[in-house]
T-cell receptor, first 110, second 114 residues
Framework: GENVEQHPSTLSVQEGDSAVIKCTYS??????FPWYKQELGKRPQLIID?????GEKKDQRIAVTLNKTAKHFSLHITETQPEDSAVYFC?????????FGSGTKLNVKP | KAGVTQTPRYLIKTRGQQVTLSCSPI?????VSWYQQTPGQGLQFLFE???????NKGNFPGRFSGRQFSNSRSEMNVSTLELGDSALYLC?????????????FGEGSWLTVV
């Protein structure tokens, strides 16, 4: 099956700095890569996603890049704000089956 | 549009008992998937149902089962509960017809096994 690795497990940045979270996957059949943000005690919510036929996608301060050859994708958050503090999960999806990374706890210090 | 609704939100069970969790998907969504979230194992896929049929299954023992009804509502059942089954159980729904397989999560059911 698919194996998704996510790094780092924790990330602490100063407000205004950028944050980068990286994921690798093992199955070349995976074709959809969403990112979810989960605040403490709340449900995971989709923040951005990318499909295998696209290399990069941006939505305001958030961007995702995908390198199919190397089988890795990354989440980039610029100009971080305290409300960006949460756990972020990446996922690789093949045939409607979601394989999640282990999560990254992002702490943005004011 | 109402989101994914899960009941109950919190429950405490004793080892050896069984539990049933319920999930109502977003109106019009026909796919429902279930996930177990624990601090040590992260988010793990349990199974996915589409049109009352189990379409995908994760690597969980047979004690974990589910079903989907004709109105797309879904239930999952865990029999012979073990302490390690304590977790947040998340349900998610999606509608392949809307152009992708984006899933939307419910608030989850917190299960504590004592």
């Amino acid at each position: 099956g698919e194996n998704v690795e996510q790094h780092p497990s924790t990330l602490s940045v100063q407000e205004g700095d950028s944050a980068v979270i990286k994921c690798t996957y093992s199955d070349s059949a995976s074709n959809y890569f969403p990112w979810y943000k989960q605040e403490l005690g709340k449900r995971p919510q989709l923040i951005i996603d990318i499909r295998s036929n696209v290399g990069e996608k941006k939505d305001q301060r958030i961007a995702v890049t995908l390198n199919k050859t190397a089988k890795h994708f990354s989440l980039h958050i610029t100009e971080t704000q305290p409300e960006d503090s949460a756990v972020y999960f990446c996922a690789a999806v093949r045939f409607n089956k979601f394989y999640f990374g282990s999560g990254t706890k992002l702490n943005v210090k004011p | 549009k109402a989101g994914v609704t899960q009941t109950p939100r919190y429950l405490i069970k004793t080892r050896g008992q069984q539990v049933t969790l319920s999930c109502s998907p977003i109106s019009g969504h026909r796919s429902v998937s279930w996930y177990q979230q624990t601090p040590g194992q992260g988010l793990q896929f349990l199974f996915e149902y589409f049109s009352e049929t189990q379409r995908n299954k994760g690597n969980f023992p047979g004690r974990f089962s589910g079903r989907q009804f004709s109105n797309s509502r879904s239930e999952m059942n865990v029999s012979t509960l073990e302490l390690g089954d304590s977790a947040l159980y998340l349900c998610a729904s999606s509608s392949p017809g809307t152009g992708g397989n984006t899933i939307y999560f419910g608030e989850g059911s917190w299960l504590t096994v004592v």
